[in-house]
């Protein structure tokens, strides 16, 4: 699958999963905006991108909670580039706690993040999408968004929350040419999940390795992590399928961690 040209713009994309979908995409024959809160990571990673594809990469600097900022950016890759065909809305980060110990403003925090976020740049990107007849949005959800685990409120309730989002777009968009899909990754083995082992074993009382062996991989079939370059692929797909069969669905890659 390729993507012939078109345009992109991912979320959270100066590294991690993000940063993977972006050369993806790049590598598929698409033009990415790589839009993060740090417009220096943002445009290093572009830059990146533009060393082994010349042109196919831009920095956008995006606070995804900010209406204005969210709005800005949008407009900065249509000026630039004409239009966008696709929304990956990844940025996203992690807060650990249980629910008596969860500080109100943190939960608020991690919901305007991953929920608010997914909502204005879905809103900024659709009236383009319309314009065009096509286009596709895609979440990036998790096994939490089928599963909950201790210690996540938040975070399962936003993930949760972005399914029906996902649903509720494609529904709107079907008659307009726009598909919306959720993907959902196992544990990946980023910086944000790096962070999440200490701090899982000192609320478990357990050790970094029990928290990776029988945490985080327990439920898999071999023990394995997802990897970045996985996910990547399931977002290729997503943006590149032709048509409105698989819209309002949602791809789990978790090493069989959850089954559908």
């Known amino acids: 699958?390729?993507?012939?040209?078109?345009?992109?713009?991912?979320?959270?994309?100066?590294?991690?999963i993000g940063l993977a979908i972006a050369k993806r995409y790049a590598a598929a024959g698409g033009?990415?905006?790589?839009?993060?809160?740090?417009?220096?990571?943002?445009?290093?990673?572009?830059?990146?991108?533009?060393?082994?594809?010349?042109?196919a990469a831009m920095a956008v600097e995006m606070d995804v909670t900010s209406e204005d900022q969210v709005n800005a950016g949008v407009a900065k890759v249509v000026?630039?580039?004409g239009g966008v065909d696709i929304?990956?809305?990844?940025?996203?980060?992690?807060?650990?706690?249980?629910?008596?110990?969860?500080?109100?403003?943190?939960?608020k925090k991690m919901l305007a993040i991953h929920l608010d976020g997914a909502f204005l740049t879905s809103k900024a990107v659709l009236p383009h999408m319309y314009a065009k007849g096509s286009g596709a949005i895609l979440f990036m959800g998790s096994v939490h968004s089928k599963e909950a685990s201790p210690l996540k409120s938040a975070y399962v309730t936003a993930k949760h929350g972005l399914e029906g989002l996902a649903r509720t777009i494609a529904k709107e968009g079907g008659k307009k040419g726009v598909r919306s899909n959720l993907i959902c990754p196992g544990f990946v083995r980023t910086p944000l999940v790096d962070k999440?082992?200490?701090?899982?074993?000192?609320?478990?009382?357990?050790?970094?390795?029990?928290?990776?062996?029988?945490?985080?991989l327990g439920q898999t079939v071999d023990g394995e992590f997802t990897t970045v370059d996985d996910i990547a692929e399931v977002a290729l797909f997503f943006a590149a399928f032709p048509t409105n069969a698989l819209t309002g669905q949602s791809l789990v890659a978790s090493h069989g961690w959850f089954m559908n």
């Open 196 to 216: 999440q082992i200490p701090e899982q074993a000192k609320e478990l009382g357990i050790s970094e390795d029990e928290v990776i062996k029988n945490v985080m």
């Open 79 to 81: 000026d630039a580039w």
């Open 1 to 16: 699958m390729n993507l012939d040209n078109k345009i992109a713009i991912v979320t959270g994309a100066a590294s991690g």
């Open 87 to 107: 929304l990956v809305s990844n940025a996203g980060i992690q807060i650990v706690n249980p629910v008596e110990n969860f500080a109100f403003a943190d939960w």
């Open 31 to 55: 033009r990415v905006a790589i839009a993060d809160l740090k417009l220096d990571a943002a445009q290093a990673a572009a830059d990146g991108i533009n060393a082994d594809h010349p042109g």
